[in-house]
T-cell receptor, first 114, second 111 residues
Framework: AQSVTQLGSHVSVSEGALVLLRCNYSSSVPPYLFWYVQYPNQGLQLLLKYTSAATLVKGINGFEAEFKKSETSFHLTKPSAHMSDAAEYFC????????????FGTGTRLLVSP | DTAVSQTPKYLVTQMGNDKSIKCEQN?????MYWYKQDSKKFLKIMFSYNNKELIINETVPNRFSPKSPDKAHLNLHINSLELGDSAVYFCASRGEGTEAFFGQGTRLTVV
């Protein structure tokens, strides 16, 4: 079975500060990993994905994440937070074969203060 | 051109009623899903279809019945609605080895 743990239900940063959202996964097979963002009353939008190519993955809006197999982690970072980054962020894992479901973490609410 | 579209966006109904949510994707994907997001934002898969065939049914009450008339459509019918069914329901589609694309969600409120 696969699972994802997101540490911290809420993360607060100041505008311009580093954003770090943590994600650890559990998977018995090589995983695919994803970060999605959800703005209020909207659907989920893909930020970036790891599909067994480069371990450092760059996404939209200046976000990036690094796949670390030894640490079973896929933390999301952004060097400088913007007010528009305030949203709910979800890490997800799936198997890397076939038509597999995405299993989501519990989400992290990012709060950005001026 | 919306990739995954759901209707309606909002649905308010009384306990005991039957309602349906429709979903269509124009991405040519073979796999479609229904997810439920509860009040704490937790996303849990309900069903997965691959090319009109049910693949995953995650211990969902049988009051919920998905139907896939073709691989571009996956509808969700709910019988005898209960207060606890209030949530946001997301449809998604996925091609093999790719990410899932989500619809805008249907906020169901049972009163």
């Amino acid at each position: 079975a696969q699972s994802v743990t997101q540490l911290g239900s809420h993360v607060s940063v100041s505008e311009g500060a580093l954003v770090l959202l943590r994600c650890n996964y559990s998977s018995s097979v090589p995983p695919y990993l994803f970060w999605y963002v959800q703005y209020p009353n909207q659907g989920l939008q893909l930020l970036l994905k790891y599909t067994s190519a480069a371990t450092l993955v760059k996404g939209i809006n200046g976000f990036e994440a690094e796949f670390k197999k030894s640490e079973t982690s896929f933390h999301l970072t952004k060097p400088s937070a913007h007010m528009s980054d305030a949203a709910e962020y979800f890490c997800a894992v799936s198997r890397n074969t076939g038509f597999q479901k995405l299993v989501f973490g519990t989400g992290t609410r990012l709060l950005v203060s001026p | 051109d919306t990739a995954v579209s759901q209707t309606p966006k909002y649905l308010v109904t009384q306990m005991g009623n039957d309602k349906s949510i429709k979903c269509e994707q124009n991405l040519g994907h073979d796999t479609m899903y229904w997810y439920k997001q509860d009040s704490k934002k937790f996303l849990k898969i309900m069903f997965s279809y691959n090319n009109k065939e049910l693949i995953i049914n995650e211990t969902v009450p049988n009051r919920f019945s998905p139907k896939s008339p073709d691989k571009a459509h996956l509808n969700l019918h709910i019988n005898s609605l209960e207060l606890g069914d209030s949530a946001v329901y997301f449809c998604a589609s996925r091609g093999e080895g790719t990410e899932a694309f989500f619809g805008q969600g249907t906020r169901l409120t049972v009163v």
